[in-house]
């Protein structure tokens, strides 16, 4: 591995390969998946993700991957340094039903942000939906992540609904 890889040092965006993660390759996002559920909750999500969040995760999405799932995976010089997964879903009959492709997770490490990788893989992900005749997307977003929307209302993103949220003692 390249140490200028973990010496700051950003690859020009060029650089950056996106592929599809296959099962053998999923496992590779571990430590993007962790710091996106982290960076989220320090941005106020409340949800707790178990110890265990990544292996339930892999595990539910594994058999799924290339059927109902896709997850892009963004690499410098091999390493993962950034991930997208995407799904999709039915709308239930009373919203019109239709395939929707629904962003599930969207991450890119703090070292790549800005070059455009975040673009890359929501393009990827839009692209690939487009080819699946799916004219529905949709994500959320921490409301407390100001960049993460600012990003989604760049690329046409809209809002539509507010989840709110309420623990209960």
């Given at each position: 591995?390249?140490?200028?890889?973990?010496?700051?040092?950003?690859?020009?965006?060029?650089?950056?390969?996106?592929?599809?993660?296959?099962?053998?390759?999923?496992?590779?996002?571990?430590?993007l998946w962790n710091a996106l559920y982290m960076h989220q909750t320090a941005h106020?999500?409340?949800?707790?993700?178990?110890?265990?969040?990544?292996?339930?995760?892999?595990?539910g999405l594994r058999p799924l991957l290339g059927r109902f799932v896709t997850v892009?995976?963004?690499?410098?010089?091999?390493?993962?340094?950034?991930?997208?997964?995407?799904?999709?879903?039915?709308?239930?009959?009373?919203?019109?039903?239709?395939?929707?492709?629904?962003?599930?997770?969207?991450?890119?490490?703090?070292?790549?942000?800005?070059?455009?990788?975040?673009?890359?893989?929501?393009?990827?992900?839009?692209?690939?939906?487009?080819?699946?005749?799916?004219?529905?997307?949709e994500l959320q977003v921490v409301a407390g992540n100001p960049d993460a929307r600012?990003?989604?209302?760049?690329?046409?993103?809209?809002?539509?609904?507010?989840?709110?949220?309420?623990?209960?003692?």
């Amino acid at each position: 591995m390249n140490p200028n890889l973990t010496a700051g040092h950003v690859p020009p965006a060029d650089t950056i390969q996106l592929r599809i993660a296959d099962a053998a390759s999923l496992a590779s996002v571990q430590p993007l998946w962790n710091a996106l559920y982290m960076h989220q909750t320090a941005h106020g999500m409340v949800v707790s993700i178990p110890a265990n969040g990544f292996a339930l995760w892999h595990d539910g999405l594994r058999p799924l991957l290339g059927r109902f799932v896709t997850v892009w995976i963004a690499e410098a010089e091999g390493r993962p340094v950034g991930f997208l997964c995407g799904r999709e879903r039915v709308l239930p009959g009373y919203f019109g039903g239709g395939s929707v492709g629904f962003i599930s997770d969207v991450f890119v490490s703090e070292a790549h942000r800005g070059c455009g990788i975040g673009r890359r893989l929501m393009a990827a992900a839009k692209d690939s939906y487009r080819a699946k005749n799916i004219k529905r997307l949709e994500l959320q977003v921490v409301a407390g992540n100001p960049d993460a929307r600012r990003l989604y209302l760049e690329l046409g993103w809209r809002d539509e609904l507010i989840q709110m949220v309420q623990q209960i003692e």
